[in-house]
Every structure is written in C-alpha cells, then in structure tokens.
C-alpha cells in the first residue's frame, strides 16, 4: 500500500491524480471497513467464523487483481472499496477467532502473533518489495498469502465459544477438548464456557439464531456494563490511531523520503521495520513475563516520551544538519521498538477479550464504526497536517492523545493475563473477578 501511494503522487504511468485523490485511495479502507465489520457480526454468528474468513477473503484476490491492472482512479477507489469491505471483516475476526481458541496463560502471546508480528513482517516486506520492485507486481505477489489465508480456515475445528453461542454444548465440549485436553483447568474452563452460555441464553426467547443475538444485545444495551466496555474498547482503538501503528504502515516510505530529504530509503526502512519486528519478537518474552497493566504502562509512557523527544528533534535540529536524518530515523525506530513490544501487543489482545462472548461482534461493530470513521480521518488529513504544522508538530499531537487514553485505561482496565474470557466478562458485569467454583461464578450472572 505504502510504495502504491507514494508512486501515484509522482504521477507514475501516466496515472494523473490530485493529492487529495491518492488521500482518499489510502484512506478509504479505513472508513469502507465499517460495512466489513457489519458483514462479519452478521455472517459471523450465523456460519462460524472460520467460513466467515474464506468467504471475505476471496473479494481481496480480486482486488490485488484489479490493482494490478488498474490505468484509471475509479478501478484504484473500487479495489480500495473492496479490500475495506472485507480486511475490515478479516481483521476483527481473526482477533477474536484466535482468543476463542487459546488458552487463557497463552492468548496473550498468540493473539499478538497473529495482530503484530504477522503483519509487521508483512508490512516489512512490503516496503522493502515497494522500493526494489514495482508497486504492481508487489500487488501481484500479494495473491499468495491471500490465497492461503482463503484456504486455510476450511481445515480449522470450529470455535468451541461460537458453538457454545449457539446451544450447541455436546458439540462444543467436543470441539474444546479437541484443542484444549481433558486437565482439570480445561474442564473448569468448559464448565463455565457452558454454565454461562446456557444462563445467558435462558433469559431469551427467539425462534432463530440472529433473532437470538439481537435480542440478547438489546439486553445487553440496557445494561452499564455494555456502554462501559464499549468506551474501554473506543479508547483502547483511539490509541493505537494516535500511537502511529496505522499512519506509519500506510505511509511509511512518504514519511521516510519527506524526513530524511532523499528517496534512497532503502537502508532508513531496514531500519525503522527491522526496529518494528524485533520490538514484536521481544513482546513475546515480555508478554511471557510481564502482566498486562505493567507492560502497557511502562513502555507507553516511555515510548510516548520517546515520541515527544523526537517531535523537539524534528523542530530544532536544523534540517542542513548532517545528523538530522539519522537522529530523526534512530529515534522513530526506538520509539517503534518500545511501542510493539509493549503497548502494540496487547490492545488487540484486550479488544478480543472484553466484550461478552454472546455479542461480541455486534459490539465490536458498534465500536468499529467510531473508529474506522477516526481511523479514515487520521489517513486522509495526515498529508495536510504534514504540510500545516509539519512532522513535529503530528507527533506532539499524537504523543498527548496516547497520554490521554494511557490516564483513562490506568484507572479503567483491570489486570486480564490469566484469566479466561468467562470470568473477564463476569468482572465487567459485576465489577469484581470471583475465585469461587465455575458453576458459582455462572450463577452470578
């Protein structure tokens, strides 16, 4: 994405667009995905999740085609179109599918897996790809990985919560054992999965299973809790838009060129995505290591400084000066380091464990659409707000809306390593994690 918006700004073959054009192209996955989030909290519940996956995956194969062979904007706006609809779907999905499967010791670690260092090497790849090869057959080998990921799905057991979700308990047990065993923590771990589903589902009468979950979310919406998680989860969403995750992978190779004043990039991108992927690969000894609360904080206020050093940087360093590029360049790919081994890995860990597993993703579509809205935004006023108040001051104002949303999750978010998706909806239910038997804890609901 990032070598195809910088080589339309340059006008390359012959495809003329305005700046705001190509804004819009690099923005219009973020605000298209919201129909994306709507088709999986629909198709989600009622297929499972791992055909959800292949069904939204193919739309992507054709968009990778249409770029490739794509001479007007409308065929770049239709692709763009479509890989929101579905990467929306996709992204949202692929999170919760993966915390529904893990153990409770181990989510943290996966789920981060398949959030932050798949796509950071991805991401890598592609930047490297962009600057070696041409954006469109960068495009052409992006067919590979999506064929995989329309493919693979086919072959998972389904997901015991989804089962569970809909009645289907002997199913569900069977399915959990298959992944989980039979130790005693994975039996505890059934017997509240069902005893919760079976609570939940007794407090409605519907004839279908869509008819079911709506009306368990309009249950929920009565409730304090539900607005109060939603909140947790707008909060958690503003704070990876402002940490940069996304600016940064859709316009890396424009930041890097207009910061360092050359387009021979190639060794500044090794850099600041080699300092990205090692900052995930040391987020799983952290995560092994470390709890949730202090792993955020630590390294979100530290990283936050970092940016706030580097926006002072960018301002009174003279741009002749010979150590401005390096300085600048050291100084992102540290605070990206600190940023994915701590903050980074662990917001889409918390956005695939908050919400109550009977409507999860009708909440996560409630949340999404703010923050796809925030997250369009964000993508098609960066080139203005480069040009306005310039780097520096995007990364001042980036730095104190992270504080901000840091200061809400400190004093909102309890301590979730270790405990599994049952009892994490139980606090926010109740405002307390309970260490009592399964089947206390499910008649607390």
Not at 17 to 26: C, H, K, T, W
Not at 63 to 74: D, L, N, P, W
Not at 195 to 200: P, V, Y
Not at 220 to 240: G, P
Request: net charge positive; hydrophobic share 50%; charged share 15%.
């Amino acid at each position: 994405m990032s070598g195809m918006v910088d080589a339309l700004l340059e006008k390359e073959d012959g495809i003329v667009l305005s700046d705001n054009d190509v804004s819009l192209i690099a923005s219009l996955i973020n605000v298209t995905c919201i129909f994306g989030f709507g088709v999986v909290a629909i198709l989600g519940e009622k297929i499972d999740r791992r055909h959800t996956i292949t069904i939204l995956t193919v739309p992507v194969l054709i968009s990778y085609i249409m770029v490739y062979f794509g001479k007007e904007k409308t065929i770049f706006f239709i692709s763009r179109i479509i890989v929101g609809v579905s990467y929306g779907g996709i992204l949202v999905l692929t999170i919760v599918t993966m915390a529904e499967y893990t153990n409770p010791n181990k989510r943290a670690i996966c789920v981060n897996y398949i959030s932050s260092i798949g796509p950071s090497l991805g991401t890598m790849l592609g930047h490297v790809l962009s600057i070696l090869l041409h954006w469109r057959t960068v495009a052409l080998i992006g067919l590979i990985p999506t064929g995989l990921s329309a493919v693979l799905p086919m072959f998972w057991i389904k997901s015991p919560s989804w089962l569970a979700s809909q009645g289907r308990f002997e199913e569900c047990k069977e399915a959990f054992r298959s992944i989980h065993g039979t130790g005693k923590e994975a039996e505890e771990e059934l017997q509240l999965l069902v005893d919760t589903e079976r609570k939940s589902q007794s407090k409605v009468k519907a004839g279908h299973n869509l008819g079911k979950t709506i009306a368990k979310l309009r249950q929920s919406m009565k409730k304090k809790y539900f607005w109060k998680v939603l909140l947790l989860a707008i909060i958690i969403s503003i704070y990876r838009i402002s940490a940069g995750k996304l600016m940064f992978s859709t316009l890396a190779i424009t930041m890097l060129q207009e910061i360092t004043g050359t387009s021979n990039i190639l060794i500044f991108t090794l850099i600041v995505d080699g300092f990205i992927v090692l900052g995930n690969i040391l987020s799983f000894f952290a995560l092994n290591k470390m709890k949730m609360r202090p792993l955020l904080f630590s390294l979100g206020f530290i990283s936050n400084t970092t940016l706030i050093v580097l926006s002072a940087c960018l301002y009174f360093i003279p741009k002749v000066n010979a150590y401005y590029s390096w300085i600048s360049i050291t100084l992102l790919a540290f605070y990206f380091i600190l940023a994915y081994t701590g903050p980074f890995a662990i917001i889409d860990v918390l956005l695939s464990e908050v919400f109550p597993l009977d409507v999860k993703l009708f909440c996560m579509l409630f949340a999404s659409f703010l923050i796809a809205n925030i997250a369009f935004l964000s993508i098609y006023l960066a080139p203005i707000m480069f040009a306005t108040i310039g780097y520096a001051g995007v990364f001042l104002l980036n730095a104190t809306i992270s504080f901000i949303c840091l200061l809400y999750l400190w004093y909102n978010l309890p301590e979730t390593k270790g405990r599994t998706l049952q009892e994490i909806e139980l606090f926010f239910k109740q405002g307390k994690f309970y260490d009592s038997q399964p089947n206390e804890q499910a008649g607390l609901l």
